[in-house]
Structures are given as structure tokens and as C-alpha cells.
């Protein structure tokens, strides 16, 4: 099956109000023509998910441009008294497309579990959000052999109960903890491999739903990795955090995952 490739940047809490608008312009300025009509045509799908006081800047900036916004969390209740947390619809009101929930940083900074994740995704799909739910294991369980045990477990509880229109519509973002941050991506073969066990997991659920997941790889991706990543058939794109704050790298990894792209190389 035919899966748009997707790229998404994660600015985590990095950012102000004119370094953001330096970073987005200089984003839109470094894409090719090729990836911007990709872009614009829906062949290619990229945006950045931004601290959530940016989200209107965000909007303003890209609503013209074929590029996606969204926010790094959402609250797993839709309203009421939750100091601090940011609801679905509101992300909603401000035209995001997509917002991330699980990633390992809200997992152990906020202890976020498992269960918690999944009704966070589970207010995104209410809201027609599309979410990002991130999944990796600690360098732990690689190193004893469980990493795929551990992933295949996140995914299971996230997915838990959906329907498969639900399922179809949902993004997997496979980010091994030990690669977040560290320059050390996982190779191309070993994300790969786990790729394919989280569809095989999907599959378990939907066999067509399963076919239309598009599962990200995330951990230090750079220019110079992502296209023997995006040459794997199972990684659909990449999550990408550091090297999202430097638009032409950025630009960049889109570009590598522009239909078309592989044969360049
Ligand atoms: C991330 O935090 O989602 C991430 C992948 O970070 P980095 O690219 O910096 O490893």
C-alpha cells in the first residue's frame, strides 16, 4: 500500500516568538520546489509540533504553506478543572492537524503510563486530530533483548479498543529512548525490523488498518541518515527533534522524504 511519507519536527520547549518566526521562515525558504508542490499536492505530508504559546504564531505563519502544526501533548480529559493541560479541541481551534502524546520525555518526566497515553489519543481522535503516539524502549530492554516485547506491549495499550477506521487513522512514532538526543540513531536495519513488528502488531487488530498506520522513526535523525531510513519499506517518515531547529537540515530530511527522492540517491 501507498503511504504519503510524513515528516514531523519536535521544537520541545525550545523557541521565542522571533526565533520561531526565523526558523519557519527560513524553513519555508530552504524547501525545494519539488517538495513544496509535494507538499501542496498532499504526495508528501511535513509540520513541526510546537510549544503550545506558539501554536497561533504557528498558525498564522503556515496556514498558506502545505505545512502541518501541532502540539508536543494533549489532556486526556476534554474540559474542566485541569490546571495547566491544553484539551484537544483547543489544539483543534488553532487548525493543528496533529498533535504528539507518549513521548518518552512526558513518559518519565510526567510518569505518564501507558493507559494514560491511550486516553490522550483517545480525546485526539474525538477532536478528528490525528495522533502521534510515541513508542521506544529504554537502552535497558535492548540490551536484555526486549526491546520488541516492550514496544509491541506500548502499542497494545495505546490501540487498545479502537475501531479500525481509528486504527487507520493513527501515526506511530518508534523512537528508541537511548537514540532521543544522543547522535546514536538506531541503524536503518534495526528500525526496520521494529517497524515491521509494530504493523505485525497492528495487523493482529486490522490487516488493512495495519497497511495504512504510518510509523515514524525518531532518535537523532539527521540530513545525512534519512534516506537510507526512508528507503526501508516499513518507515514511513521520521520524528525529528534537534535537527528540526535548523531549517535547512530540516528542510532537508523533508526533501529525502519527497516520493521520488530515493532514486536521487
Ligand atoms: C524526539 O525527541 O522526538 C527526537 C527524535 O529527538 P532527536 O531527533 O533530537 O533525537
Redesign the pocket.
Known amino acids: 500500500m501507498q503511504r504519503v511519507p510524513l515528516v514531523l519536527g ?1 521544537w ?1 520547549m525550545n523557541g521565542s516568538a522571533q526565533a520561531n518566526e526565523a526558523l519557519l521562515q527560513g524553513l519555508l525558504e530552504s524547501l525545494s520546489p519539488e517538495a513544496d508542490a509535494a507538499l501542496k499536492q498532499g504526495e508528501l505530508q511535513a509540520g513541526v509540533a510546537v510549544p503550545a504559546p506558539y501554536l497561533f504564531q504557528a498558525a498564522t505563519r503556515l496556514r498558506t504553506s502545505g505545512l502541518f502544526w501541532g502540539a508536543q501533548d494533549c489532556s486526556d480529559e476534554a474540559s474542566g478543572a485541569f490546571t495547566g493541560e491544553i484539551s484537544a479541541s483547543m489544539i483543534k481551534d488553532f487548525e493543528c492537524q496533529f498533535a504528539l502524546v507518549g ?1 518518552s ?1 512526558r513518559r518519565e518526566r510526567a510518569a505518564e503510563t501507558n493507559s494514560l497515553v491511550s486516553r490522550k489519543l483517545g480525546q485526539l481522535l474525538s477532536q478528528g486530530l490525528m495522533p502521534v503516539v ?1 513508542v521506544g524502549e529504554p537502552l535497558a530492554e535492548r540490551e536484555q533483548g526486549s526491546a520488541e516485547a516492550f514496544v509491541v506491549e506500548q502499542v497494545r495499550a495505546a490501540t487498545k479498543g479502537l475501531n479500525d477506521q481509528q486504527l487507520a487513522s493513527l501515526v506511530i ?1 518508534y ?1 528508541p529512548i537511548w ?4 547522535g546514536m540513531s538506531a541503524s536503518s536495519d534495526d528500525a526496520q525490523s521494529m517497524h515491521a513488528t509494530i504493523r505485525q502488531e497492528l495487523a493482529q487488530q486490522s490487516q488493512s488498518a495495519a497497511q495504512a498506520v504510518r510509523i515514524l522513526y ?4 539527521k540530513a545525512a541518515t534519512a534516506a537510507s531510513l526512508f528507503a526501508q519499506p516499513d518507515i514511513d517518515g521520521a ?6 531547529l535548523d531549517a535547512t537540515e530540516f528542510a532537508s530530511i523533508v526533501q529525502s522524504a519527497c516520493p521520488g527522492a530515493q532514486s536521487l540517491h
Not at 179 to 182: C, F, K, L, M, Q
Not at 218 to 221: D, E, I, L
Request: proline fraction near 0%.
Open positions: 519536535n520541545k513521548h520525555e510515541c512514532a523512537e537514540a532521543i538526543g544522543t525518531g532518535g537523532s535523525v520524528l525529528v527533534g534537534g535537527a528540526s
